[in-house]
């Protein structure tokens, strides 16, 4: 059963640092993986999805990459600004087309 | 394009009240939706599947008659939370899929509250 977990939990920064945030996953046979925003009481803004095939995918401040061999895909924001505060939720696509998500990390980006 | 509406994004209920939530994709024709359920501070967890014209088919754990699924049209699905009661409180989260599940695309999510 494909688990997937999400690090930090939470994290707070100073406006204009760049950050990283992780996702890992259980089993590397998945179709894609997405990165999504969650504000709160929201629903889900898609925000970069990597095909398996791919390495990166890139989109403005936000830079997605995937080992799927290690069952691994980093977020990436550069200058963080107080808009990014949000949760960001990575999510897999394993082989039975069925979306697993991780428990989301929330960023509160200080102005 | 790909804009999923959910309706209503918030609804207060008393206790033994059944309570329904519209799914609607605006611009495409949804083969499949999905509904999904979230707690305070946790992700997303799958309810159910459905299929246009098909029956819903439902995780392990999650009470079909309790959790009634209607995906009546290509753009239309619903779910309807009958007898609610407190323990029901949630956010409902909708998404549909053109075909297949590999990409979604969600709607706005509706917070109920079981009084």
């Known amino acids: 059963k494909q688990e997937v977990t999400q690090i930090p939990a939470a994290l707070s920064v100073p406006e204009g640092e760049n950050l990283v945030l992780n996702c890992s996953f259980t089993?590397?046979?998945?179709?894609?993986l997405q990165w999504f925003r969650q504000d709160p009481g929201k629903g889900l803004t898609s925000l970069l999805l990597?095909?398996?095939?791919?390495r990166e995918q890139t989109s403005g401040r936000l830079n997605a990459s995937l080992d799927k061999s290690s069952g691994r895909s980093t977020l990436y924001i550069a200058a963080s600004q107080p808009g990014d505060s949000a949760t960001y939720l990575c999510?897999?696509?394993?082989?039975?087309?069925?979306?697993?998500f991780g428990p989301g990390t929330r960023l509160s980006v200080l102005p | 394009g790909a804009v999923v509406s959910q309706h209503p994004s918030r609804v207060i209920c008393k206790s033994g009240t059944s309570v329904k939530i519209e799914c609607r994709s605006l611009d495409f024709q949804a083969t499949t939706m999905f509904w999904y359920r979230q707690f305070p501070k946790k992700s997303l967890m799958l309810m159910a599947t459905s299929n246009e014209g098909s029956k819903a088919t439902y995780e392990q754990g999650v009470e079909k008659d309790k959790f009634l699924i209607n995906h009546a049209s290509l753009t239309l699905s619903t779910l309807t939370v009958t007898s609610a009661h407190p323990e029901d409180s949630s956010f409902y989260i909708c998404?549909?899929?053109?075909?297949?599940?590999?990409?979604?695309?969600f709607g706005a999510g509706t917070r109920l509250s079981v009084l």
């Open positions: 990597i095909q398996s095939s791919q």
């Open positions: 999510a897999v696509v394993d082989a039975g087309q069925n979306f697993v």
């Open positions: 089993d590397s046979a998945i179709y894609n």
């Open positions: 998404s549909a899929s053109r075909g297949g599940g590999y990409i979604q695309y």
